[in-house]
């Protein structure tokens, strides 16, 4: 299973940015599909994660201005990222779960400049 995230960028503060994530070497669907970010020196933590059957789990810290989505069909998974702020700067990376077994992408990074 390989995930491949692209979307990351530089934007101003109160700006906006949308990452995308496919899945590719699956047969059928991926289970829980998701985003988490790390900022330099600090823990990876979880953004949002979006079953297959479409609920929805955000950080409190992303609430009413990130949305995650999925296209089950593309098996692919999308985070809009509305109202950034400089703390949402870090290394994005997707994960999916597939067969129990949990996948990483390659990051993309987001740079929020104030």
């Known amino acids: 299973v390989q995930l491949q995230a692209s979307g990351g960028g530089l934007v101003q503060a109160g700006g906006s940015l949308r990452l995308s994530c496919a899945a590719s070497?699956?047969?059928?669907?991926?289970?829980?599909m998701g985003w988490y970010r790390q900022a330099p020196e600090k823990q990876r933590e979880m953004v949002a994660v979006?079953?297959?059957?479409?609920?929805?789990n955000y950080a409190e810290s992303v609430k009413g201005r990130f949305t995650i989505s999925r296209d089950n069909a593309k098996n692919t998974v999308y985070l809009q990222m509305n109202s950034l702020k400089p703390e949402d700067a870090a290394v994005y990376y997707c994960?999916?779960?597939?067969?129990?077994?949990?996948?990483w992408g390659k990051g993309t990074l987001v740079t929020v400049s104030s």
């Open positions: 979006i079953s297959s059957g479409g609920k929805q």
């Open positions: 994960n999916g779960r597939y067969y129990g077994m949990n996948y």
């Open positions: 070497g699956t047969v059928g669907r991926i289970n829980d």
